[in-house]
């Protein structure tokens, strides 16, 4: 998985429930990205970041926030505006948003309760 | 509207045979193509990359082939093996006026390795 971590594994949310799921990596990289993936579909891009403290929304962007107070950190919080958040979440980084290859997280199963 | 697709949700080979897996892009502007390998319940992992500038790009029992005239691409695994078991993604890059270079990602193929 590259460097990057993501955590945790499976994630629980009562409805009504904001959660956050974290994304760490150590490449010394300054893009990183939020996806969601659902059974049978490709990657949706949610947000991404190409430095400390910016960032955009991405394809789907609605229900999600994210920050970026640390070059190494970039956490997803799911907000109760998410209706439908059960999906498996992938962080990724690049050495910039410039740079194509992206290099992806062990994921974070979220359901809900 | 553009999307990157597959031709074939399942493939299911023998050990040892050698695996073709096939992906249509519509985008003619796309300048880079990239192939992920996922196992189940983990990430994507990178497997190799090609560009524009290219027909064929080998690896390690890996060779990606490009067709711009058709806008096709395909990943050829020689030798598969069990441990090949996984769902394979191409994905495109797209280049944003801010000088994003998005991915796309098409559907995914689930490739079967029978021993």
């Known amino acids: 998985d590259g460097g990057i971590t993501q955590s945790p594994k499976y994630l629980f949310r009562k409805e009504g429930q904001n959660v956050t799921l974290s994304c760490e990596q150590n490449?010394?990289?300054?893009?990183m990205y939020w996806y969601r993936q659902d059974p049978g579909q490709g990657l949706r891009l949610i947000y991404y970041?190409?430095?400390?403290?910016?960032?955009q929304k991405g394809d789907i962007a609605e229900g999600y926030s994210v920050s970026r107070e640390k070059k190494e950190s970039f956490p997803l919080t799911v907000t109760s505006a998410q209706k439908n958040p059960t999906a498996f979440y992938l962080c990724?980084?690049?050495?910039?948003?410039?740079?194509?290859?992206?290099?992806f997280g062990p994921g974070t199963r979220l359901l809900v309760l | 509207g553009e999307s990157v697709g597959l031709h074939l949700p399942t493939l299911s080979v023998q050990e040892g045979d050698n695996s073709i897996i096939n992906c249509a892009y519509s985008?003619?502007?796309?300048?880079?193509f990239i192939w992920y390998k996922q196992e189940s319940g983990k990430g994507p992992q990178f497997i190799i990359d090609?560009?524009?500038?290219?027909d064929k790009r080998q690896g390690q029992r890996v060779t990606v082939l490009l067709n711009k005239t058709v806008k096709h691409l395909s990943l050829q695994i020689a030798a598969t093996q069990p441990g090949d078991s996984a769902v394979y993604f191409c994905?495109?890059?797209?280049?944003?006026?801010?000088?994003?270079?998005?991915?796309?990602f098409g559907t995914g193929t689930r490739l079967l390795v029978s021993p």
């Open positions: 990724a980084s690049s050495a910039s948003l410039t740079e194509e290859t992206q290099y």
């Open positions: 490449l010394n990289h300054d893009a």
């Open positions: 970041s190409q430095i400390v403290n910016d960032f």
């Open positions: 985008n003619s502007a796309s300048d880079y």
């Open positions: 090609i560009r524009s500038n290219m």
């Open positions: 994905a495109e890059t797209r280049s944003l006026n801010t000088g994003f270079q998005k991915l796309v």
